[in-house]
């Protein structure tokens, strides 16, 4: 209150008569206005050299520059060369029209701010984490004050505003595991356990889910419990499940496909089985996850981090307070630890330092 008095007393209350008299009286208010834009160029600036637009800073950033952007407004009004109720009603004004947007927030881009604020609130799901609203579905690369980005199995990057993630159901997949599954119809002649061998996946089930004219339809299922490679477990299970098939003597082809084409009764639709070292090639290919969801992983990986600096930094504070009260005989000790804390957290904050230079290049050349 103290601040705005003497901005208002600064300002005076006396309209300024002639032309030049207003370009007087007007420049203090134009001062602020450039200074305010300056400072808020600059700050963009600097948080984009420092690449803190990480999962963790990128909300907070966009927040300091609305805060900056609102303050410097309040003090330009009350810079202005008019009488204090025309003042007073500029400010009212502001203010009705902050309620209103409020208000209206559903539908305007303020409605994503609010719901960005709620999403973080929530927490319902992470960096790098799966999720699925309507029909999109992706790792989660970016989180902000407006818009949430997932990179999807494709490799792309589908920007979602933060009110659609409020106003659809989100699903998310357990960072504990989650179910793999998939569907496979067989004869009415196979023996249903056989279907669930070889699926590669922690306790695999079978269950029936129809019973057709000509085939029963199972799906199998497992738990899986590194969900990163949700995309790759996904393409095992049902490569697990041809394999054993086909090495059970089961054909998965149904009568209809049979009665179109004249076959001997001996011949079978099996494919040769692969050699060993074609499946020791295939074991040691690349991950697909790591091409499909790089921006996602990284993500993951900064905000990680940033958790872990944060607890290095709690562990220090409470070694600080430890030290206050302890005795000549805990010093030593603590001193250590104080000093391996440190270490820590200097490699911690260099590390992560480089991991947000280097995402901040690959921005860039991508923009280029």
């Known amino acids: 209150m103290f601040l705005i008095q003497a901005v208002t007393d600064a300002a005076g209350s006396e309209t300024p008569k002639g032309l030049v008299d207003w370009i007087v009286a007007l420049a203090p208010s134009a001062l602020i206005l450039v ?15 420092r690449a803190s637009s990480a999962q963790g800073h990128q909300m907070r950033n966009q927040l300091i520059l609305l805060s900056l952007t609102a303050v410097g407004l309040v003090i330009v009004v009350l810079m202005l060369p008019v009488s204090n109720e025309f003042r007073s009603e500029i400010l009212s004004l502001i203010g009705i029209v902050l309620s209103a947007g409020i208000a209206l927030s559903s539908t305007t881009f303020l409605g994503n701010m609010l719901a960005g604020l709620m999403l973080r609130a929530v927490r319902n799901f992470r960096s790098g984490d799966f999720i699925g609203v309507q029909e999109h579905f992706g790792r989660v690369s970016e989180r902000g004050l407006f818009h949430t980005e997932i990179q999807t199995e494709e490799r792309n990057l589908v920007t979602l505003p933060n ?32 279907t ?66 004249k076959l001997e009764p001996d011949q079978v639709f099996i494919p040769k089985v692969q050699s060993k070292r074609a499946a020791k090639v295939e074991q040691e290919a690349p991950v697909p996850e790591e091409i499909l969801f790089d921006k996602a992983e990284q993500a993951e990986a900064e905000e990680k981090m940033e958790r872990t600096l944060s607890s290095v930094a709690d ?14 005989e805990e010093r030593p000790v603590l001193e250590r630890k104080r000093q391996r804390l440190e270490v820590e957290r200097e490699r911690l904050s260099e590390q992560l330092e480089r991991e947000k230079e280097e995402n901040h290049k690959k921005k860039e050349e991508e923009r280029a």
């Open 315 to 328: 562990e220090l504070k409470a070694v600080d307070a430890e030290l206050k009260s302890a005795s000549e």
């Open 35 to 49: 200074l305010t834009i300056v400072i808020a160029a600059g700050l963009r600036h600097w948080f984009e050299r």
């Open 196 to 261: 669930a061998r070889n699926a590669g996946l922690e306790d695999p089930f079978v269950t029936t889910q129809e019973l057709g004219d000509f085939s029963v339809t199972y799906r199998i299922a497992g738990l899986l419990t590194e969900v990163k490679s949700l995309i790759s477990a996904r393409s095992r299970l049902r490569g697990a499940m041809l394999d054993s098939l086909h090495g059970g003597g089961i054909e998965i082809v149904s009568p209809i496909f049979q009665n179109q084409r």
């Open 163 to 194: 009110l659609y993630l409020v106003t659809n159901p989100v699903t998310t997949v357990r960072s504990s595991g989650t179910i793999v599954w998939a569907t496979v119809s067989l004869g009415y002649d196979v023996p249903r356990a056989r």
